[in-house]
């Protein structure tokens, strides 16, 4: 049951982004930051840990996953190191994942053959 709710959560996620994308005229890239922002301001507002509980990687897996995954980093290094860990807390918190999607982007370049459009 796991597996279906975090399907039908990250698909509500999906289906509120492409409504945003075919009603507004705002580009792609600026609605990536408003969902990477989003999630970290409802991870400070501490709505997010709850849902992420509820939904699982239907919450974790999306650009609001992202946003919330930078707010704990931040804020766990704040709570340790004080204000420098503004600055390192999310690069610490993210660079594994980060780190995974370039390694792997760069594999499938290898793989395939990318064309520039």
Known sequence: MNYVLAFVVGGLICVAVQLLIDNTKLLPGRI??????????????GIYEPFTKWAGAGATVPLLGFGNTLWKGMKEAID????I????????ACSVGVSAALIFGYIASLIFKPKMK
């Open 32 to 45: 990536m930051v408003i969902l990477v922002c989003l999630g970290a301001v409802l991870g400070a507002v």
């Open 80 to 83: 340790k190191e004080g204000f």
């Open 85 to 92: 860990g503004l600055f390192k807390g999310g690069f610490t």
